[in-house]
């Protein structure tokens, strides 16, 4: 079920869109050729079952790398948490109870605008 709630995109203007679109996002930057991308992919995973008002994406360096180097990512993991397109956050070298605590309060901050 939880893989149902991480949206994969392979072209940059449909992540754009679903960008602007969106309010509250967390990007994962991911590689399949990193091994200590594997732990955390799946902790990813399983967190976007928990925060409904949070939107998850993945982008797989390999599938998406004009979109890589748009956003000047350049080591993976990275995590961009969006707030209405903006990136105020962004976390390279992040362990996964790190990124655990990360998500949840960005979620809280989800839940508490009203306005989505």
Do not use: C, W
């Not at 050729?33 to 799946?42: F, G, L, P, R, V």
């Not at 390279?92 to 605008?113: N, P, V, Y």
């Amino acid at each position: 079920m939880a893989k149902d709630r991480i949206h994969k995109f392979y072209d940059g203007q449909t992540f754009r869109d679903f960008m602007v679109e969106n309010a509250y996002v967390v990007i994962n930057f991911t590689s399949r050729e990193s091994i200590k991308t594997n732990d955390i992919n799946s902790v990813f995973t399983e967190l976007s079952d928990y925060y409904p008002k949070v939107k998850f994406i993945q982008l797989v360096k390999e599938e998406i790398l004009e979109t890589f180097n748009d956003e000047e990512v350049s080591e993976v993991p990275t995590f961009k948490f969006s707030i209405n397109n903006d990136y105020p956050v962004v976390h390279t070298r992040i362990k996964s109870g790190d990124l655990f605590e990360k998500i949840r309060a960005f979620s809280k901050k989800a839940e508490a605008d009203e306005r989505y």
